[in-house]
């Protein structure tokens, strides 16, 4: 059980399936009590939690939209007393050609990878500064440091969730809460398996491969390879560490 786990509760976006969901069930084997908060069906990952011996809720929630995010924080409060960790994964990752980019692909994007990630960290942030500790985890990802087409939205998504999370690190570290983020590299998800491979590849199975070999580590990136950075991003033993990105990526991109 990581250091400082045992009771905490936790919203995790994006949980109903994929990197959210990995990290549901090992945030749940360390001891924290789980929101799955989730344009879709949580029930799967509520079971995971309670099967860890944990006590777990789903909302469906749009976290790109105020309301939503309202709501859900209503219900999240209704079930528990208290919410002590934050971890951003839901996002979107629609590739389109620059030159086919409309305003609203850049907008839809925008709004739930970076929008939502604003406004379910504000929801939850009064509690953990009344309470002086809080963990927030943010998803960036390794195309900002890589050579991709399609995603000028998608990159300038998560080069605003770095940013976002250095300068809440200095606004929040007064509270005992912490703000970092991780950086997976191209990871083997629903998302990922349900989206057609860049044109120079004919599968995504040939996308994941090539992909791999550009790695130090020369196998496909699977969503559990990300449980440990957050188990310990969330945990008393990173308690000095905030503001940062960590690549979690098998060594493909250095920075
Ligand atoms: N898989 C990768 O290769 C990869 C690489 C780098 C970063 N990431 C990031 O990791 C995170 C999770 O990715 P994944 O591969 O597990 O994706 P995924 O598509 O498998 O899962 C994403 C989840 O987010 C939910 N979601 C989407 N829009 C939502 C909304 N508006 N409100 C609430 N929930 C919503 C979906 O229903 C889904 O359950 C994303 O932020 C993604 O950008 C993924």
Request: net charge neutral; proline share 3%.
């Amino acid at each position: 059980m990581a250091k400082g786990h045992k009771d905490k509760v936790a919203v995790i976006t994006g949980a109903a399936g994929g990197i959210g969901q990995a990290f549901a069930k090992r945030l749940a084997e360390d001891g924290v009590h789980i929101a799955v908060v989730d344009l879709g069906d949580g029930s799967e990952t509520v079971k995971m939690v309670e099967g860890a011996g944990r006590t777990a809720i789903a909302i469906r929630c749009d976290v790109s939209s105020e309301e939503s995010v309202a709501a859900m924080t209503k219900a999240v409060q209704a079930k528990f007393d208290h919410v002590d960790i934050v971890v951003n994964c839901a996002g979107i990752f629609p590739q389109k050609v620059f030159g086919d980019m409309t305003f609203a692909d850049w907008r839809k994007v925008l709004s739930i990878n970076l929008d939502g990630t604003f406004l379910v960290t504000k929801a939850f942030v009064p509690g953990m500064q009344a309470r002086k500790w809080g963990r927030v985890v943010n998803l960036a990802s390794s195309t900002l440091g890589s050579v991709v087409t399609g995603f000028a939205h998608y990159v300038a998504s998560k080069g605003g969730i770095v940013g976002f999370t250095r300068a809440a690190a200095t606004d929040l570290a007064p509270f005992g809460i912490t703000v970092n983020a991780i950086a997976p590299g191209l990871t083997r998800s629903p998302g990922t398996l349900a989206r057609a491979p860049r044109p120079v590849f004919k599968t995504m199975d040939e996308e994941f491969e090539s992909v791999a070999q550009m790695q130090a580590i020369k196998r496909v990136e699977v969503p559990e390879d990300l449980v440990g950075a957050v188990s310990f991003l969330t945990s008393d033993d990173s308690a000095f560490i905030t503001g940062q990105t960590l690549n979690v990526d098998g060594g493909r991109v250095r920075s």
